[in-house]
């Protein structure tokens, strides 16, 4: 069956240090990868897109990694704040298809 | 633009009522979406649409209904609310053509509890 796993524990992080997040896939050919931020009581918000045949993509102190032979993508937050704790959700699109599946999401927090 | 709006905030339901669930886009979208979000768990979806008129199941749609009479807006429908119903639910919407990618917007949500 298909599967995407994120990290489910949180990751407490201190303030300045990389925070790093997984999102693994099975039995998924995806056209593209995205990356959602969650606050409590929101909406996801937007943040990065990266395609099956792109390896990096980097937004501001975001950086986000694609590797379809590994199945995953990696999520960096480099010189981390606390303004970047939140809920992060990764969500595939497959080649043939135009939903989105989403997965359960990693909560990062920032201690100052 | 106030993009995606939802209506109610918060609802509480008793078992067997229904309710509808009201969504609007104002930024000309061909998709919405609904999905729920049930505590510590991610966005499964219901029920979408690709344009008006058109609407198809998602991955939960049992129990649930839905309607595009019009671009703007994406109405979902409990008719015999259960508390397995008890979630947050988010609208969402995209412009999709082929060859362009879909970012999808989201609503603030509806929390619904059903006792």
């Known amino acids: 069956s298909q599967k995407i796993e994120q990290n489910s524990e949180a990751l407490n992080i201190q303030e300045g240090k990389t925070a790093t997040l997984t999102c693994n896939y099975t039995?998924?050919?995806?056209?593209?990868l995205q990356w959602y931020r969650q606050d409590p009581g929101r909406g996801p918000v937007f943040l990065l897109l990266i395609r099956e045949n792109e390896k990096e993509k980097r937004k501001e102190r975001l950086k986000v990694t694609f590797d379809t032979t590994l199945k995953q993508s990696l999520f960096h937050i480099t010189a981390s704040q606390p303004a970047d704790s939140a809920t992060y959700l990764c969500a595939l699109r497959k080649a043939a298809g135009n939903k989105l599946t989403f997965g359960g999401g990693t909560r990062v927090l920032v201690k100052p | 633009n106030a993009g995606v709006t939802q209506t109610p905030k918060f609802r509480i339901l008793k078992i067997g009522q229904s309710m509808t669930l009201q969504c609007t886009q104002d930024?000309?979208?061909?998709?919405m979406y609904w999905y729920r979000q049930d505590p510590g768990m991610g966005l499964k979806l219901i029920y979408y649409?690709?344009?008006?008129?058109?609407?198809d199941k998602g991955e939960v749609p049992n129990g649930y209904n839905v309607s595009r009479s019009t671009t703007e807006d994406f109405p979902l429908r409990l008719e015999l609310a259960a508390p397995s119903q008890t979630s947050v639910y988010f609208c969402?919407?995209?412009?999709?053509?082929?060859?362009?990618?879909?970012?999808?917007?989201f609503g603030p949500g509806t929390r619904l509890t059903v006792l």
């Open positions: 039995n998924y050919s995806p056209a593209y």
């Open positions: 969402a919407s995209s412009f999709q053509v082929a060859g362009i990618t879909d970012t999808q917007y």
């Open positions: 930024m000309n979208h061909n998709y």
């Open positions: 649409s690709v344009g008006a008129g058109i609407t």
